[in-house]
């Protein structure tokens, strides 16, 4: 069975940093690109970050670019996104996600872990 | 970054009715379009992807179609099950966009 599990959420004061993990089992973890997704309470999703098999290609949103890095472990069968200079905006519940090679779906999730970003 | 536009915001219906949710992107994404429902408090499921393939284990009543900037989800008859969010979702750009979402409520 497919299964994603993140940790590393916390309370955390505006400019401070946290590190997520996502710990992938059930599949054979380092030929799928992998996602970060979040979700401001009461908001929709919103695509943070995506990083390709062997980690040497990454991409970010906007609002996250420079301060957000994502990362993996093939031989942990990890994803981790290093979240620095948080703001109170960045709060979120924070997904990550499998994508299927050929349409670029989301085809699992991990049950997500709540940042929360307050002084 | 492409636009996705989801109309309506909300909708309620009952039970036994036939729904449509429509999402427009800001340039043409191809076929490149899924759609998921969330319910409060879960991740987000996958129900269609590439405009109009049935993820395996979603029920028939769902479908998906259009192609290029516009698409649209029908159920086609409601299931209590379904009354939940729905969102569309872009991955023809790297940099993967999601509508707004679509509160679906019960009359």
């Known amino acids: 069975e497919v299964q994603l599990v993140e940790s590393g959420g916390g309370l955390v004061q505006p400019g401070g940093s946290l590190r997520l993990s996502c710990a992938a089992s059930?599949?054979?973890?380092?030929?799928?690109?992998m996602h970060w997704v979040r979700q401001a309470p009461g908001k929709g999703l919103v695509w943070v970050s995506r990083i390709n098999s062997d980690g040497r290609s990454t991409s970010y949103a906007d609002s996250v670019k420079g301060r957000f890095t994502i990362s993996r472990d093939n031989a942990k069968n990890t994803l981790y996104l290093q979240m620095n200079s948080l703001r109170v905006e960045d709060t979120a519940v924070y997904y990550c996600?499998?994508?299927?090679?050929?349409?670029?779906?989301?085809?699992?999730w991990g049950q997500g872990t709540l940042v929360t970003v307050s002084s | 970054d492409i636009q996705m536009t989801q109309s309506p915001s909300s909708l309620s219906a009952s039970v036994g009715d036939r729904v449509t949710i429509t999402c427009r992107a800001s340039q043409s994404i191809n076929n490149y379009l899924n759609w998921y429902q969330q319910t409060p408090g879960k991740a987000p499921n996958l129900l269609i992807y590439?405009?109009?393939s049935l993820q395996s284990g979603v029920p028939s009543r769902f479908s998906g179609s259009g192609s290029g900037t516009d698409f649209t989800l029908t159920i086609s008859s409601l299931q209590p099950e379904d009354f939940a969010t729905y969102y569309c979702q872009q991955s023809y750009s790297t940099l993967y966009t999601f509508g707004q979402g679509t509160k679906l409520e019960i009359k």
């Open positions: 996600a499998r994508v299927d090679s050929g349409w670029d779906y989301f085809d699992y």
């Open positions: 059930g599949f054979t973890f380092s030929p799928y690109w």
């Open positions: 590439a405009a109009s």
